[in-house]
């Protein structure tokens, strides 16, 4: 069995500009959330996907957007990149939604200079 | 929505000593998990417990929903168990709520 995995673990990207970050849900997971964890605080939400759709979001503006492909691996895109968006970027898998535990990847630390 | 507030903030330990933490729900949840979050910033599932009592090594945790509030005990700390620990619980739009986190820093 395969954990969560996401990729990459460290980015630098430049004000303005749009980042993807990929995340591989744990095998026999149908679930993926995202979360936003800035330095010194707890994670918050920004979406989830359901069999390839969305099943709720957060209060984040629609720059932050997601994507899930019938693996049930998805994309986190964010566009025109500020520099308070820089933190650690968490996925998560579960196998329902809403419902079930949640497993964590290892995180995308996105610093935007 | 509902609140979620861990206590304490901050906890200095000497190795070997037992500690409990604490997490404080404003109302019923479902869900509710405790992790462990290593310096690294990965959130490794400690427990999944909505309700009663469980135990892993060292660890254990208890939730008592009627009265909304879950306890992490880590018995016999080492330094490895350094780092934050986050309770969080599924409410509306499936999403995990997380607490407010207790910073944990076992010395030797």
């Known amino acids: 069995e395969t954990g969560v995995t996401q990729s990459p673990t460290h980015l630098i990207k430049t004000r303005g500009q749009q980042v993807t970050l990929r995340c591989s849900s744990q095998s026999g997971h149908n679930t993926v959330s995202w979360y936003q964890q800035a330095l010194g605080q707890g994670p918050q939400f920004i979406f989830q996907y359901y069999r390839e759709e969305e099943n709720g979001r957060g209060n984040f503006p629609p720059r932050f957007s997601g994507l899930q492909f019938p693996n049930y691996s998805s994309e986190l895109n964010v566009n025109a990149l500020e520099l308070d968006d820089s933190a650690l970027y968490l996925c998560?898998?579960?196998?329902?939604?809403?419902?079930?535990?949640?497993?964590f990847g290892q995180g995308t630390r996105l610093t935007v200079v | 929505g509902i609140q979620v507030e861990q206590s304490p903030p901050d906890l200095i330990l000497q190795e070997g000593a037992n500690s409990t933490l604490r997490c404080n729900f404003s109302d019923s949840v479902n869900n509710l998990q405790w992790f462990h979050q290593n310096p690294w910033g990965q959130l490794i599932n400690l427990f999944y417990i909505p309700s009663g009592t469980k135990q892993n090594g060292r660890l254990s945790a208890t939730t008592v929903a009627t009265e909304r509030y879950s306890l992490l005990y880590i018995s016999s700390s080492q330094t490895t168990d350094s780092g934050v620990y986050f309770c969080g619980f599924v409410g509306t739009a499936s999403k995990l709520t997380f607490g407010t986190g207790t910073r944990l820093q076992v010395t030797l």
């Open positions: 998560a898998s579960s196998l329902l939604a809403g419902f079930g535990e949640a497993f």
